[in-house]
């Protein structure tokens, strides 16, 4: 559809302004859940590096802008949103033993760096990234 004018553009849009909205509604539902990495200093969002999720698939180019903070040897968790079928979470190359409960990831903080965790379930699977230090 072409528009020969900005009017044209007002007019089409009320007219289809509900469907836009669903349709717009129906594309944030489809991509995959966020998740966020908790300290006891707070909480970060984790970028999605890959995923397939409801039959679509995307690898965005994005690095963790914000870095988590946590003291050695206090938990770090992660809140996906869903129920994972396992976890694999390496910091800074290495791989460490977490435990799921649900929705929830967590681990004992003893290295930071670069954080990469990849979550398959039921719908498809996603891989997250972000930063971690420890002190």
Known sequence: MIFSSACEVLLWYARY???VVALVA?????????????TPSGTVPLVMSSWCWNAHCGAPFSAAKKT????RGSTVS??????PRHVRVAIAGKQVAVVTRGRVVSWAASRGGGVTM???????WITYVGRLKVS
Not at 68 to 71: C, E, G, L, N, Q
Not at 78 to 83: A, E, H, I, K, M
């Open 26 to 38: 129906a594309l944030v539902l489809a991509g995959p859940p966020r998740a966020f990495l908790s």
């Open 17 to 19: 302004r509900s469907l």
């Open 118 to 124: 990849h979550a398959p379930s039921a719908r498809g």
């Open 68 to 71: 988590a903070t946590a003291v």
């Open 78 to 83: 992660v809140g996906l949103g869903f129920v």
